[in-house]
C-alpha cells in the first residue's frame, strides 16, 4: 500500500496528548471564564442545567492566542524583566493581523505569539561557511591512478574518457576495478554518496565480460544475446534499476555485441517475457520481479551468471526483500550447477557476489550470511575496517555545507517559504532543490500550496469575505463519490510561492503513490528542466537517485532514520561537486537530533532560526517593504493560504489528509530516534496551522478515516443505549467485548501500523514505492 493512500486501522486518539484540562495565558478573568466554560460544557454533557455561559469561541487572551480546552499553550517564555509567571512582556500587539470574524469550531492563532523556544545556544557548532573544504567524493587527482593501471581495457578507458567525459577514478573506483577485475572474491562496497559505486561495480562486470567475448571470438565461437545471461544486478527500487541501466548502456555502447535489458515490472509480464527470450547478458532488476520471473519464465537461464550485484543493500533488505533475495540465490546455486552443453571458455568458476552502499547497517550481515562467502571489504577509505566499524564510519561528503532550521510548529510552512525564496532570490544561485517530505498526502498538499494563484497582497481587510469563503459542506453522497481520495494528475507547476521577481521556479511532485509511468515522466521532466526547479518527494527520491545539477537539498520533514538523512543529503555535493543541505526541527526534544547529524560528521554544521529565516525570505535587506515588516507579510501570506483552504474544499481535505498522515509518520521514526521525536510532546494544534487548519485537532477527520476515541465513545454510548433499551444483557456484554477487544487489537494495530507506513512511506514494494 502507498504512504498516501494508506487509511490504517487506528487513529490518534483525539485527546491523546491532551494534558489535564489547565486554562494559561491571558488575564485571570480569561482563564477563570475559560474554566467556567469548560466546566459548563461537561455538565451540559452531563445533562445537569446550568447558567449561561459564553460560547469558547468568543473567548480570546489578550494575546491574540486562543487557548483551548484540550490544547496546550506553550510556557510563557521566561523574560529578562521578570520569571516565569510574570506578565508576558508584549512587544506589539498582533491584532491588527488577525481577521477579526471567527466562526464556530475555528481558532485563528498568531504565527508570533506562544512558540515555544529554543534551548540550546545558538553558537554551537557554527562553522565559518568561507572555510571551503576538500571534496571527498570527487574523481582522483592521480597521475598513476588511470582505468587501464586498474585492469580497464584500453577500449573501455578511451570510451569512458571520450564519451562519458570521465577522466580518472574516484577512490572507491580504483579499490574496487581493482579487486573485481583481478579476483573472483565476493565483496562489500562501501563508499558515501555521490562517489560512483554504479561504475564501481559495471566497470569490473562489463570488464570481465568483455574479456569473455573476446576469448569466445579467439576461439571461433560468436558471442550474441544468446551466449548466456552472465550478469545480474538487483536493486530496490524501479527508478534505480532504470539509473543503473542507462549507464550500463551508455557503457556498452563501445561494446554493441553484450545486450542488457531489464525487468523491474511497470509493464506487462508478457513484454518482459518477449524480451528474456531474444536473450540477452546483463541484467538489471528488481527483487520481486526477478523472483516472480523466476518462478514462471522458462526462457531464463541463470545457469552462466557469474556475478550478482545487490546494490542498496541496506535498502533491499529494509524494504522486505530478504524473502526474494533468498529464493534468487538459491535459484542461482541451484542452476549454476546444470552441465553446459557448450561450456564458455573464460566463464569463472564460481560466482562473485557484490552487496554494495553508502551506508551499511546490521541488516546487511544478515544480507550478507544469504548471498555473500568470505566477502573483501572495499571502502574509499585507505584502512581494511571490520563490518561494524564500516556502519559506524559512514559520513556525508565533505564539501557538503549542512545547516539545521529551529523553527516552531506555527511557523513550519511560513519559514520553508521564507527558506525557498530566499535560495531562489538571485538568479543562478540555486538551480535544482530536493525537498523531502514524509509522506505523499504531504507532498501533495504542499505542491497545491507552493503553485496556488495567490491573491493580491494589497488585499487589506479580507474579513468580510470570511464567511463568503466558508468550505461548503459536504454532503454524504459527495463523501462517497469522493471516495477518500482526491484524483490529482498534474505534477509540475509554476511555483507562485516562492519564484523570484526575475526568476520562475517550477515545482515537481513524486511520491510512491503515482503511476509508475507519471514517476517516470516527472522525475525526467524534472532532469530536463532548464529553469530553477524544486523537487518535492518523499523518500522514493532518496536512495541512488543521481539527479543533475541539485545544489540544496532540505528535509522539511525529518527522516525516519540517520541513514536516510546521509542518502537524502547525498542526493546533492556528488561527485566532487558543492551542495547544501538544510533540515528543519523543531524547538524541544527535536533539538537533540543535531547530535545526530553530527555523527554524520558534516564539516560544518549551521543553525539558523525561523525568525532569521522569515526576515530573508519575506523582506529586503531593510526588514521593511511598502511599509509592512516582515511579520505583517508572513501573516499575510499564511492567512491568504488559511483562506485558501476554507475556500476550497479539495484543498480542504487535502489539508487534513496531510496533517493526519504527518503525525502517523511522525510516529514511525526509529526506535533509536523515537526520543527526538516524541509524538507526546509535538503541539498539534500549533502543528495544524503548518498545514493552514484552524481547526481544533481533534475535529479533523477525513472521509472514509476511522473514527477516532471521541467517536467511538460516543457509538459506544449510542450502542449501550440501545442494549438497555432491548434489555439484551448478553448483547450488551457482547458488544463490551467488541470494545475491549477493539482496545486490545489497537494496540496490535499500532503496531502493525508503524511497520506498514514506514515501509509504505520509504517505499514497500517496487512495485508501490512510497
Ligand atoms: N570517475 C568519475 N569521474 C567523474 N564523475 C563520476 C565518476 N564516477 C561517477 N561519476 C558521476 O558521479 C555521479 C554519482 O555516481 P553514482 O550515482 O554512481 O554514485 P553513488 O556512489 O552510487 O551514489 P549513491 O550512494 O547516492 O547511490 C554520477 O553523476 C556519475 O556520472
Not at 428 to 457: Q, W, Y
Amino acid at each position: 500500500m502507498a504512504d498516501d493512500g494508506m487509511l490504517l486501522n487506528f487513529e490518534l486518539p483525539s485527546d491523546a496528548f491532551a494534558p489535564k484540562q489547565t486554562f494559561k495565558g491571558g488575564s485571570w478573568k480569561d482563564r477563570l471564564t475559560a474554566r467556567k466554560s469548560a466546566e459548563y460544557g461537561s455538565m451540559k454533557a452531563r445533562g445537569e442545567s446550568g447558567r449561561s455561559l459564553p460560547q469558547f469561541k468568543e473567548m480570546r487572551s489578550k494575546d491574540e492566542e486562543l487557548i483551548l480546552p484540550g490544547e496546550r499553550p506553550n510556557k510563557r517564555p521566561r523574560t529578562s524583566e521578570g520569571g516565569r509567571g510574570t506578565k508576558p512582556v508584549r512587544t506589539e500587539p498582533r491584532d491588527h493581523r488577525l481577521p477579526k470574524s471567527i466562526t464556530k469550531g475555528e481558532y485563528i492563532s498568531s504565527l508570533f505569539t506562544y512558540n515555544q523556544e529554543s534551548s540550546t545556544k545558538h553558537e554551537e557548532f557554527t562553522v565559518d561557511d568561507s572555510v571551503s573544504a576538500e571534496p571527498s567524493n570527487a574523481p582522483l587527482n592521480d597521475e598513476l591512478a588511470t582505468f587501464t593501471k586498474l585492469g580497464l581495457s584500453s577500449t573501455l578507458a578511451s570510451h569512458l574518457l571520450n564519451k562519458m567525459e570521465i577522466k580518472a577514478p574516484t577512490a572507491i573506483q580504483r579499490k574496487s576495478v581493482e579487486q573485481l577485475c583481478a579476483t573472483d572474491s565476493d565483496a562489500f562496497i562501501q563508499a558515501e554518496t555521490g562517489s560512483g559505486k554504479t561504475l564501481a561495480y559495471l566497470l569490473p562486470v562489463v570488464q570481465r565480460i568483455s574479456q569473455i567475448s573476446k576469448q569466445m571470438k579467439e576461439e571461433g565461437q560468436n558471442f550474441n544475446r544468446k551466449s548466456g545471461l552472465f550478469a545480474i544486478i538487483l536493486a530496490p527500487t524501479r527508478e534505480l534499476s532504470k539509473q543503473i541501466s542507462t549507464v550500463l548502456e551508455n557503457l556498452l555502447s563501445c561494446f554493441h555485441w553484450i545486450v542488457s535489458s531489464t525487468v523491474i515490472g511497470g509493464e506487462s509480464k508478457q513484454s518482459e517475457k518477449a524480451r528474456l527470450r531474444k536473450g540477452l547478458n546483463i541484467l538489471v532488476a528488481t527483487p520481486g520481479r526477478l523472483a516472480d520471473h523466476l518462478n514462471s519464465t522458462e526462457v531464463l537461464d541463470v545457469s552462466q551468471v557469474r556475478w550478482l550485484v545487490l546494490d542498496e543493500g541496506d535498502r533491499l533488505m529494509e524494504l522486505g526483500f530478504e524473502n526474494d533475495i533468498q529464493k534468487i540465490v538459491s535459484v542461482l546455486n541451484l542452476r549454476s550447477r546444470k552441465i553446459q552443453e557448450h561450456p564458455v571458455p573464460g566463464l569463472p568458476e564460481r560466482r562473485t557476489t557484490v552487496l554494495c552502499s553508502a551506508t551499511i547497517k546490521a541488516t546487511v550481515d544478515q544480507l550478507s550470511s544469504i548471498a555473500l562467502k568470505d566477502p573483501v571489504s572495499i571502502s574509499a577509505d585507505a584502512s581494511e575496517k571490520s563490518n561494524t566499524e564500516m556502519e559506524q564510519a559512514f559520513s556525508a561528503p565533505a564539501q557538503l555545507k549542512q545547516s539545521y532550521a529551529l523553527v516552531p510548529p506555527k511557523q513550519r510552512l511560513v519559514a520553508l517559504v521564507a527558506a525557498l525564496k530566499q535560495a531562489f532570490k538571485r538568479k543562478g544561485s540555486v538551480m535544482k532543490c530536493i525537498l523531502f517530505m514524509s509522506c505523499a498526502d504531504n507532498v501533495d498538499f504542499h505542491f497545491e500550496v507552493f503553485t496556488r494563484e495567490e491573491t493580491s497582497p494589497s488585499t487589506e481587510n479580507k474579513d468580510a469575505s470570511e464567511d463568503t469563503l466558508r468550505v461548503p459542506k459536504m454532503s454524504k453522497t459527495d463523501k462517497i463519490r469522493q471516495g477518500g481520495t482526491i484524483a490529482e494528475t498534474r505534477t509540475q507547476g509554476l511555483a507562485t510561492a516562492f519564484s523570484g521577481q526575475d526568476n520562475p521556479v517550477q515545482v515537481f511532485r513524486l511520491h510512491g503513490s503515482m503511476q509508475q509511468a507519471t514517476r517516470t515522466s516527472t522525475l525526467k521532466a524534472f532532469t530536463n528542466c532548464t529553469d530553477p526547479s524544486v523537487l518535492v518527494c518523499t523518500d522514493v527520491a532518496s536512495r541512488g537517485l543521481d539527479l543533475p545539477n541539485v545544489d540544496l537539498v532540505i528535509e522539511y520533514d525529518a527522516p525516519f532514520s540517520k541513514e536516510d538523512h546521509l542518502h537524502r543529503v547525498g542526493r546533492t555535493a556528488r561527485a566532487g561537486k558543492d551542495g547544501r543541505a538544510m533540515i528543519f526541527l523543531m524547538p524541544g526534544c527535536e533539538e537533540g537530533y543535531v547530535e545526530i547529524l553530527k555523527e554524520g560528521r558534516p564539516r560544518n554544521l549551521t543553525r539558523h532560526d525561523a525568525a532569521e529565516l522569515l526576515k530573508k525570505g519575506f523582506a529586503a535587506s531593510s526588514g521593511v517593504v511598502g511599509g509592512k515588516d516582515w511579520e505583517d507579510i508572513a501573516t499575510d501570506w499564511q492567512m491568504d493560504v488559511e483562506r485558501w483552504v476554507l475556500a476550497n474544499r479539495k484543498h480542504h481535505e487535502q489539508a487534513y489528509r496531510a496533517f493526519q498522515s504527518h503525525i502517523r509518520a511522525y510516529a514511525t521514526h526509529t526506535a533509536a530516534e523515537r526520543g527526538y521525536f516524541d509524538l507526546k510532546q509535538l503541539h498539534l494544534g500549533h502543528l495544524a496551522k503548518a498545514f493552514a487548519l484552524r481547526e481544533k485537532p481533534s475535529t479533523i477527520r477525513v472521509p472514509g478515516q476511522r473514527p477516532g476515541k471521541e467517536a467511538v465513545a460516543k457509538t459506544k454510548e449510542a450502542r449501550r443505549a440501545q442494549a438497555g433499551k432491548a434489555a439484551a444483557g448478553s448483547k450488551r456484554a457482547h458488544d463490551e467485548d467488541d470494545f475491549d477487544q477493539g482496545a486490545a487489537d489497537e494496540q496490535q494495530a499500532k503496531r502493525m501500523m508503524r511497520m506498514k507506513s514506514k515501509m509504505a512511506m520509504t517505499g514497500a514494494s517496487e512495485f508501490n514505492l512510497g
